[in-house]
């Protein structure tokens, strides 16, 4: 099993370019999250979803659009990059909640660094 | 709201102890612990939940306290495989789905 993959590693964008970050997982985990991290600031929810064709929001969502047409895949977008969005993107998934704990573990990505100039 | 942990940054020598700590200003249902090392995905160590035991994971464990809405990571007798940045995640409804992370502790061990 590959687990979690993110598509591509790096990136370098110019102010105002868009593109689309691919993650893929393996595991037929129903919940996919993408998340960002700054240097002191942790990791932040941008989308989730919690199955094939839903999507919801998370903490900053603003300047970011997600897609989840297949269960394995989790897609999110930028469509007018800015320096502000320069980040370390990780995308997550995990099963449906377990009984009886009611929560499950969270597997990470290996991370997308983009920067945009 | 982002939980709180405590120290920002810790050194130890191997084979020493540290303690670190997640508070939440809001009551919670489960913590989640996450190591990372410098330019790799974090790595899942363990789940705390709302009235549930302490756990263990090799020589590290984690308690949960709901009085205080806060749990505490305990390493003990530090290797040097421990070092990297351990983040703690909070969950605070059950099925919520969403956690919430701390902005990351960083521990770094000496030989």
């Known amino acids: 099993n590959a687990g979690v993959t993110q598509t591509p590693k790096f990136r370098v964008l110019k102010t105002g370019q868009s593109m689309t970050l691919l993650c893929a997982q393996d595991?037929?985990?129903?919940?996919m999250y993408w998340y960002r991290q700054d240097p002191g600031m942790g990791l932040r929810l941008i989308h989730y979803s919690v199955g094939e064709g839903t999507t919801a929001k998370g903490e900053v969502p603003d300047g970011y659009n997600v897609s989840r047409l297949k269960k394995q895949n989790f897609l999110l977008g930028l469509e007018s990059a800015a320096p502000s969005q320069t980040s370390v993107y990780f995308c997550?998934?995990?099963?449906?909640?377990?009984?009886?704990?009611?929560?499950?573990?969270?597997?990470f990505g290996p991370g997308t660094r983009l920067t945009v100039l | 709201q982002q939980p709180v942990q405590s120290p920002q940054a810790v050194i130890l020598r191997e084979g020493e102890d540290a303690v670190i700590n997640c508070s939440s200003s809001k009551a919670l249902y489960s913590v989640h612990w996450y190591r990372q090392k410098h330019g790799e995905a974090p790595v899942f160590l363990m789940i705390l939940l709302k009235g549930g035991e302490q756990k263990g994971h090799e020589k590290i464990s984690a308690s949960f306290n709901e009085k205080k809405q806060q749990s505490s990571l305990y390493l003990t007798a530090s290797q040097l495989s421990y070092s990297g940045t351990y983040f703690c995640g909070t969950e605070k409804l059950v099925g919520a789905r969403q956690l919430t992370f701390g902005s990351g502790t960083q521990l770094t061990v000496l030989p």
């Open positions: 595991m037929n985990h129903e919940y």
């Open positions: 997550a998934s995990s099963q449906l909640p377990s009984a009886p704990t009611g929560t499950d573990t969270q597997y």
